[in-house]
């Protein structure tokens, strides 16, 4: 509902109680610890959600270990947050950490770890590594195929994204046939007014205006 303020004030006042009666390093502290993080992250506080992310990633590694689904996930939280601060490569360094823990964990084709896949290539993006994004895409959106079917949001959405790895590269007939495909499958499974299809239809638009003056 958009209401941050009171969010943050509960679960700022959860917090205080669950490291009162349970201690600092109690699962449901650190869960507190990541719902706050997750408020100021929406909030655009990002470097207070860092390091609330950091205090719940450090608390996490203590009571389950570094490779623990749980403590994996406060990496890839981490990985995140430093991607919106433009902290690329130290994002780079925990996706990576993430994306290995969970292919031992997990397994290489779990959706968690196919997440991690997606979060390095689009902190890769960002770094103007294309060859390795574009990898990481190829492989994300095979596995998703493979785990959740063509029409699956997951599905589309990594189509989406190596679309627009390729808009960036002026590689205009690959984007725009996958923009198509992305863009139609959400149609199908979204609906035309929702916002992912929306946006997925404006960047189509704008690649064929690109085309058109070049």
């Not at 109690?26 to 990002?46: C, E, F, R």
């Not at 890839?76 to 490569?89: D, H, I, M, T």
């Not at 095979?142 to 029409?151: D, P, S, T, W």
Request: proline share 3%.
């Amino acid at each position: 509902m958009g209401q941050y303020e009171v969010a943050k004030k509960m679960g700022t006042g959860a917090l205080k109680a669950r490291e009162g009666t349970l201690g600092s390093e109690h699962p449901d502290t650190l869960n507190s610890m990541n719902g706050i993080a997750l408020v100021l992250w929406w909030q655009g506080k990002y470097e207070a959600a860092e390091e609330v992310n950091r205090r719940a990633l450090e608390g996490r590694e203590k009571a389950l270990g570094k490779e623990h689904p749980s403590t994996l996930t406060s990496v890839s939280n981490l990985a995140l947050v430093l991607q919106y601060q433009g902290k690329y490569e130290a994002a780079e360094e925990m996706n990576r950490r993430a994306l290995e823990g969970r292919e031992k964990a997990l397994g290489k084709e779990h959706p968690d770890t196919l997440t991690s896949v997606d979060n390095l290539a689009g902190v890769l993006q960002y770094q103007g590594k294309y060859e390795a994004a574009e990898e990481m895409n190829r492989r994300a959106l095979e596995g998703y195929e493979k785990a959740l079917g063509k029409e699956h949001p997951d599905t589309l959405t990594s189509i989406y994204c190596l679309a627009f790895l390729f808009h960036q590269q002026h590689r205009y007939d690959a984007a725009s046939e996958l923009y198509e495909s992305a863009g139609s499958g959400y149609q199908r499974v979204l609906g035309p007014e929702h916002p992912t299809t929306v946006a997925c239809l404006k960047h189509y638009s704008s690649l064929t205006q690109e085309m058109q003056h070049n």
